[in-house]
């Protein structure tokens, strides 16, 4: 098995889902959000990701289109394009 190196104050219940064989996470990053709507900001991604956490519709589940209607949702985007 490999081994991965994660802070001291990691949570150990979330570290052992996350190596098991038995648990699937999808893992989403600002980065992410960015390259799916490029002219928002670090904290509008950061937005986009919370909103996503607490509102996506599991039947769908997260993917670039439905990043990028959360984004519009949120934010005016054209005024983002400036």
């Given at each position: 098995m490999?081994?991965?190196q994660v802070p001291d104050d990691f949570d150990e219940y979330l570290l052992e889902k996350m190596v098991s064989k038995?648990?699937?996470?999808?893992w989403w990053h600002i980065d992410d959000v960015k390259g799916s709507v490029p002219n928002l900001t670090d904290q509008q991604a950061r937005d986009v990701l919370e909103s996503l956490g607490r509102?996506?519709?599991?039947?769908?589940?997260?993917?670039w289109e439905v990043i990028q209607s959360t984004a519009d949702q949120?934010?005016?985007?054209?005024?983002?394009e400036e």
């Open positions: 490999k081994t991965i038995d648990w699937l996470s999808e509102y996506h519709d599991a039947n769908l589940g997260i993917n949120l934010f005016d985007l054209e005024e983002c």
